[in-house]
């Protein structure tokens, strides 16, 4: 079990974000179907240029589509995705994703991310800055598939900066995880938002929220409920399923 006092955290270890260039974001009726049914309807957004956007919401609202859509993964049934004059698919060069269950190469650790180094063009001297930015230092010859949850995570998120991304999408990053790695995984993401990574993730985890967030997005029946800054969404939410959802009682 990993804990922070273990882990050799050095924020000056990699190269600072380049300048964003994608942002703002802007969604605009924006809609998904699958056989004619719509999962995601009349969706309207806008993003700054920093912070953590945390989108939540129940079970089936669309959360992790709406995830896939804004980074390029599936395309819309209708409206459009504009990042910073640019297409969802086009940007998706500049940006990276990290799954709830990292799908990690069979090889070391290190070797993990000297692949995207090396794919990305970017000098394979960073592998061992970024290892140890995320605490594996120690762990860089070890095969992958020997680490623990957390520390696949935190291999899954080391390998996500190497790519040096715009915007960091994290969908359910921290589930099932002890405490111990989700406080890890947190300051590794609060770090990337300092070094001026949009982040946008999907959590169903409201303390997690509350810690990163700077907004909220909140999704109900494939709409978007409410958007507001975090401080006003857990302490004043507008509508009665954010009501209840942050009350923890059963939302449809």
């Known amino acids: ?7 050799a955290f050095t924020p000056n270890a990699i190269p600072q974000a380049a300048a964003p260039n994608l942002m703002p974001l802007r969604v605009r009726d924006l809609g998904l179907s699958f056989e004619g049914e719509a999962v995601l309807s009349g969706v309207n957004l806008d993003l700054g240029p920093h912070g953590c956007t945390a989108i939540m919401g129940p079970n089936g609202a669309g959360k992790s589509l709406l995830l ?11 409206g459009e995705i504009n990042w910073g004059g640019q297409t969802a698919a086009a940007a998706m060069a500049r940006q990276a994703l990290v799954f709830q269950k990292p799908v990690l190469l069979r090889r070391s650790v290190a070797a993990n991310i000297d692949f995207v180094l090396r794919a990305k063009g970017r000098p394979r001297s960073l592998c061992n800055a970024l290892l140890d930015h995320v605490g594996l230092a120690q762990k860089a010859r070890q095969p992958a598939r020997l680490l623990s949850g957390g520390e696949a995570q ?11 991304p715009d915007v960091l999408f994290l969908d359910e990053a921290t589930a099932s995880l002890d405490p111990a790695s989700i406080l890890s ?13 949009r982040v946008i993730c999907v959590t169903h985890d409201i303390g997690q929220a509350r ?18 800054a975090a401080r006003d969404f857990f302490s004043a939410p507008q509508t009665t399923a954010a009501r209840d959802y942050l009350n923890g009682r059963l939302v449809l």
């Open 1 to 7: 079990m990993s804990s922070l006092g273990t882990i």
């Open 68 to 78: 896939k859509l804004l980074h390029g993964l599936i395309s819309p049934t209708t």
């Open 154 to 164: 935190r291999l899954a998120l080391a390998r996500a900066l190497a790519t040096e």
């Open 185 to 197: 995984i947190e300051t590794i993401v609060r770090d990337a938002c300092a070094r001026g990574v």
């Open 211 to 228: 810690r990163l967030a700077d907004d909220v997005v909140f999704l109900q029946g494939g709409r978007i409920a409410e958007h507001s």
